[in-house]
């Protein structure tokens, strides 16, 4: 079946730091690929999405690059803020099916 | 913009007892879909409504019971609450193409005791 496999947490980064967190799946086909994020108290929401080989997600300077050759989607953030302190999922969905998610990956970024 | 809601937003209830949580999306998806999230285990999914009138089971749906009762509202029952279901419970919804995303509601949390 499908799975996705996130790198283990959690990941604690200085303001301004690199970030990158890993995001491999296995999964028949051609699934659509997203990030998602959940603060603190919330639901998650969508951070971004590519739906097809060598598309580039990006979204409030979050990039993710859809690799089917390594079949990965890692996100990477040039500098990190306070703010980006969250849980973050990879996960993927194909064929108008069910989403399959990763076990997450908590941030905290210090001041 | 309500999205997805989701009710009640917390919930204590004893071993044995029984509750619904509630579902209601204003998107127009025919996709719904129940999670548990649970320390070190992700999302794990319960039960999920592929279009109205019509459920399967997930990954973990022993002990919970679901009805889609419209397009609209999709309610996760508890027949018998055990100390194992203390958990947050999120609702969500897609559309049923794959390139689109889910829209998650805000959680419940519940604790057995």
């Known amino acids: 079946g499908d799975s996705v496999t996130q790198m283990e947490g959690p990941v604690t980064l200085s303001e301004e730091a690199f970030l990158t967190i890993n995001c491999t799946y296995t999964a028949t086909g051609y699934p659509s690929l997203f990030w998602y994020v959940q603060y603190p108290g919330e639901g998650l929401q969508l951070l971004l999405k590519?739906?097809?080989?060598?598309d580039k997600g990006s979204n409030k300077g979050f990039e993710a690059t859809y690799r089917k050759e390594t079949t990965s989607f890692h996100l990477e953030k040039g500098s990190v803020q306070v703010s980006d302190s969250a849980v973050y999922f990879c996960a993927l969905r194909r064929n108008a099916g069910k989403s399959t998610f990763g076990d997450g990956t908590t941030l905290t970024v210090k001041p | 913009n309500a999205g997805v809601t989701q009710t009640p937003k917390f919930q204590v209830l004893k071993t044995g007892q029984s509750m619904t949580l509630q579902c209601a999306q204003d998107m127009n998806h025919n996709s719904m879909y129940w999670y548990r999230q649970d320390p070190g285990m992700g999302l794990r999914l319960i039960y999920y409504s592929a279009s109205e009138g019509t459920t399967d089971k997930g990954e973990v749906p022993n002990g919970y019971n679901v009805s889609r009762l419209n397009k609209r509202e999709f309610s996760l029952r508890l027949e018998s609450a055990a100390p194992s279901q203390t958990s947050v419970y999120f609702c969500a919804s897609s559309e049923e193409n794959s390139n689109t995303e889910a829209f998650f509601g805000q959680g419940t949390r519940l604790t057995v005791v």
């Open positions: 590519a739906t097809k080989a060598d």
